[in-house]
């Protein structure tokens, strides 16, 4: 079975700093991962991905998740944050099946707040 | 841009109420899913439905069911509404590439509060 930890339940930073949220899983297959974004009463937005090759995957918006397979993490990271990268961050694991459905399995969340 | 529309964004139910929360998606996506969002917990997977008419539990099927009649739209239904399924319901689709990779396109949600 798979799991997803998001360590960190809410994370305070003033503007312009740098910010790190934190993820590990489980699982006992490869796996692809993905960062979502849920920005005030929106649905989820898809802001980064890694399915395979480089490690290090970048965001439009300046976000950047690295994949550590020893580390069994995909650490989100953002230089300078603004505010309004305020918003709810979800990590998601999806299994590597050769067929059928590949269950996204979602970390509780965490919470950015950027702050003037 | 994929477009995932849930036509409640906020509904009040009465405990046992029949309550039917809709979700049209219009990029002819094969797949489509409901979750619920609660704090602290994530998203969860109710149901998905790989094609018209098919459909397939998820992690937290009971007190729910789901009909998907046309290819555009997943109707989540409760039959008899009850106080602990107060949540943000979120619908989303993907195409049959995307769904190997596990890559979702969810819509706004819909917040629903049983009294």
């Known amino acids: 079975a798979q799991s997803v930890t998001q360590l960190d339940s809410q994370v305070p930073v003033f503007e312009e700093a740098p910010v790190e949220l934190r993820c590990n899983y489980s699982?006992?297959?490869?796996?692809?991962l993905f960062w979502y974004v849920q920005y005030p009463n929106q649905g989820l937005q898809l802001l980064l991905k890694?399915?395979?090759?480089?490690?290090l995957v970048e965001s439009i918006n300046g976000f950047e998740a690295e994949f550590n397979k020893s580390q069994t993490s995909f650490h989100l990271r953002k230089p300078s944050v603004h505010i309004s990268d305020t918003a709810e961050y979800f990590c998601?694991?999806?299994?590597?099946?050769?067929?059928?459905?590949?269950?996204?399995?979602f970390g509780a969340g965490t919470r950015l707040a950027v702050h003037p | 841009d994929v477009k995932v529309t849930q036509s409640s964004r906020y509904l009040v139910k009465r405990t046992g109420e029949k309550v039917f929360l809709e979700c049209v998606q219009d990029?002819?996506?094969?797949?489509m899913f409901w979750y619920r969002q609660d704090p602290g917990l994530g998203l969860r997977l109710i149901y998905f439905s790989y094609d018209v008419k098919m459909k397939e539990k998820g992690d937290i099927p009971e007190g729910y069911s789901v009909s998907r009649e046309k290819k555009e739209r997943f109707s989540l239904i409760l039959e008899s509404a009850s106080t602990n399924q107060t949540s943000m319901y979120l619908c989303?689709?993907?195409?049959?590439?995307?769904?190997?990779?596990?890559?979702?396109?969810f819509g706004e949600g819909s917040r629903l509060t049983v009294l």
């Open positions: 699982s006992s297959v490869s796996v692809y």
């Open positions: 989303a689709s993907s195409s049959g590439t995307t769904l190997n990779t596990g890559e979702l396109f």
């Open positions: 990029m002819d996506h094969e797949n």
């Open positions: 998601a694991v999806s299994p590597l099946r050769t067929g059928g459905y590949n269950k996204l399995i």
């Open positions: 890694y399915l395979s090759g480089s490690t």
